[in-house]
């Protein structure tokens, strides 16, 4: 089966090595194939690696990043072309386990980064406000590349990642290379939230208006592994994943933070919780609804059971080099775990726009 084809901007060294070792590893990490509908000739018939056939990172890394200490994940050559991988709720780095070398392999350098409230990212005080607005999510990917000495990356990522990606790309572009953003795009603002959506759409909210109790701030205290399962159920219906899958996410869940960032930032997204007004310029740049300039490949799959809209809805929000996938098979919102093949695949296109 055919490995992830690499775009010229990795160049000629990379690509032999890709002619070696990255087909002898996707050779061997390939088990079924399924295909991903796409807009984009280049990027028909891609084979899927078989989702689960890697369990673990190598090892985890730490680094003192803007108000927190991350956890991340690192792959690939210390001097390759950058890929940022943001995850979603509730998720966590496990979702780009099958990813990350497939990218690492192909020759890039890859960073997976635990978000604040999640695994072994800590705030370095006690007294910071335990804030999960969207600013603050995504000032801390900026500062951790500046701790990581990184200029610029391709920002990749699905849920609370797909948006903090598309929050740096809108907001600093000369950091973002290319952007990957599954659900496209995902920024908003506690005033526009304010306006109220079909039944349907209301009802796959209910979490969101759960959380707004007090009753649900104790729920989600207590049950917060038992919660994250049936939002992975519900979000991706025909995803068979095993209890050895999900424990392996829901760990992170036990850091002692999780449920305040959880919380907070769905409070916050309704107008029931305040942000930081250090994020008050931040947040009405992006109540504006920017546009984003940096090239572009959204993807959706085609069993989502989150809230989400069409494209169309969204493709004016983005001016540079844009294409759009829709992946089949029966991949819900935890795109890049589900079907990591397509998902690496993009990230490498996008790259080559």
């Keep these: 089966m055919p490995p992830i084809r690499a775009p010229e901007a990795v160049g000629r060294s990379r690509r032999s090595f890709l002619g070696t070792a990255a087909t002898t590893l ?23 690696i078989k989702p689960g056939t890697n369990t673990s990172f190598a090892s985890l890394k730490q680094i003192d990043a803007g108000v927190l200490n991350v956890g991340y994940a690192e792959a690939g050559p210390a ?101 990957v953003s599954v659900s496209g795009y995902l920024i908003g603002s506690p005033e526009a939230n304010k306006k109220p959506l079909p039944p349907k759409a209301e009802y796959q909210w209910w979490y969101q208006y759960y959380f707004a109790t007090e009753r649900g701030v104790l729920g989600y205290d207590r049950y917060r592994h038992d919660f994250g399962k049936l939002i992975w159920q519900t979000a991706s219906p025909k995803w068979r994943f095993d209890d050895a899958t999900f424990d392996r996410t829901a760990a992170s869940f036990d850091n002692p933070d999780y449920v305040a960032i959880v919380i907070h930032n769905y409070r916050w997204r309704l107008g029931l919780a305040q942000g930081e007004t250090k994020y008050d310029d931040l947040e009405r740049r992006l109540a504006a609804g920017p546009v984003i300039t940096v090239p572009t490949i959204t993807l959706e799959g085609d069993a989502n059971g989150a809230p989400h809209v069409p494209p169309e809805v969204y493709r004016n929000k ?18 890049p775990q589900e079907a990591p093949q397509a998902f690496a695949q993009a990230v490498v296109d996008v790259d080559a726009f």
């Excluded at 061997?28 to 084979?47: C, D, N, P």
């Excluded at 969207?134 to 000032?139: E, F, K």
């Excluded at 829709?326 to 819900?332: E, F, H, N, P």
């Design 26 to 48: 996707a050779a061997s990490q390939l088990g079924v194939t399924s295909t991903a509908s796409a807009q984009s000739a280049s990027a028909k018939h891609v084979a899927s």
């Design 79 to 179: 001097d390759g072309p950058v890929v940022i991988l943001l995850h979603g709720w509730p998720y966590d780095i496990h979702s780009y386990v099958d990813v990350t070398p497939l990218l690492a392999s192909t020759g890039y350098r890859v960073i997976v980064p635990y978000v604040r409230g999640c695994g072994t990212t800590r705030f370095l005080s006690g007294a910071t406000f335990r804030n999960g607005q969207q600013a603050a999510v995504a000032v801390d990917t900026i500062a951790l590349m500046d701790a990581l000495k990184i200029d610029k990356a391709i920002l990749a990522g699905y849920d609370w990642g797909a948006r903090t990606a598309d929050i740096v790309a809108a907001l600093w572009p000369k950091r973002c290379k290319a952007l």
């Design 318 to 335: 983005f001016s540079g080099k844009y294409a759009h996938r829709l992946i089949g098979g029966g991949i819900g919102h935890n795109l």
